[in-house]
Antibody, heavy 122, light 112 residues
Framework: EVQLVQSGAEVKKPGESLKISCKGSGYSFTSYWIGWVRQMPGKGLEWMGIIYPGDSDTRYSPSFQGQVTISADKSISTAYLQWSSLKASDTAMYYC???????????????WGQGTLVTVSS | QSALTQPASVSGSPGQSITISCTGTSSDVGGYNYVSWYQQHPGKAPKLMIYDVSNRPSGVSNRFSGSKSGNTASLTISGLQAEDEADYYCSSYTSSSTYNYVFGTGTKVTVL
């Protein structure tokens, strides 16, 4: 069974750093892209970017380029999303998800993690 | 990049059929058959319902169907049930840059 299990909820102060995780199991972790999706309170889904754990090729949505860093450690089947300096506007639920991409084209997202709630407040 | 456009809300009575639209451009919905649809219940992660415009993953009810015409994709739910009340999002590859992807604005489906 394919599973993506994310780290727990976080409460941080503005300016702090944060790294959340997403551990994949039940499939070949290095053969599929892992994406991150933001959902701000009461709002819709926003695609942030993706990483291919096989070679760490990483792509960002123009809206999130420079705002976050996506990485992966294939030895432990885990992808990460990190911030160097959080802002209150980063408060949101963040989902990781398995995505099909090939030759520059991304198709569907078929499996999702349970989400990690990040709250940034002074 | 701009989100795909969906109606904010759609409602119907049990047993009826409803259709949710998803409008993009020739750079995304209209240019590729890579439209997907997701269902999200409150407090839950999204669930894939349709991929590649009209394909259903294993386990998804055949009451859900997808189609596309020009720059607009559609999700139809037939035989509406109370459990179908949720938010629905479309998505598509966008050629605005390589390895790029965009979601729709989301539609709240209410079962009356």
């Amino acid at each position: 069974e394919v599973q993506l299990v994310q780290s727990g909820a976080e409460v941080k102060k503005p300016g702090e750093s944060l790294k959340i995780s997403c551990k994949g199991s039940g499939y070949s972790f290095t053969s599929y892209w892992i994406g991150w999706v933001r959902q701000m309170p009461g709002k819709g889904l926003e695609w942030m970017g993706i990483i291919y754990p096989g070679d760490s090729d990483t792509r960002y949505s123009p809206s999130f380029q420079g705002q976050v860093t996506i990485s992966a450690d294939k030895s432990i089947s885990t992808a990460y999303l990190q911030w160097s300096s959080l802002k209150a506007s980063d408060t949101a639920m963040y989902y990781c998800a398995r995505q099909y991409c090939t030759n520059g084209v991304c198709y569907t997202v078929d499996y999702w993690g349970q989400g990690t709630l990040v709250t940034v407040s002074s | 990049q701009s989100a795909l456009t969906q109606p904010a809300s759609v409602s119907g009575s049990p047993g009826q059929s409803i259709t949710i639209s998803c409008t993009g451009t020739s750079s995304d919905v209209g240019g590729y058959n890579y439209v997907s649809w997701y269902q999200q219940h409150p407090g839950k992660a999204p669930k894939l319902m349709i991929y590649d415009v009209s394909n259903r993953p294993s386990g998804v009810s055949n009451r859900f169907s997808g189609s596309k015409s020009g720059n607009t994709a559609s999700l139809t739910i037939s035989g509406l049930q109370a459990e179908d009340e949720a938010d629905y999002y479309c998505s598509s590859y966008t050629s605005s840059s390589t390895y790029n992807y965009v979601f729709g604005t989301g539609t709240k489906v209410t079962v009356l």
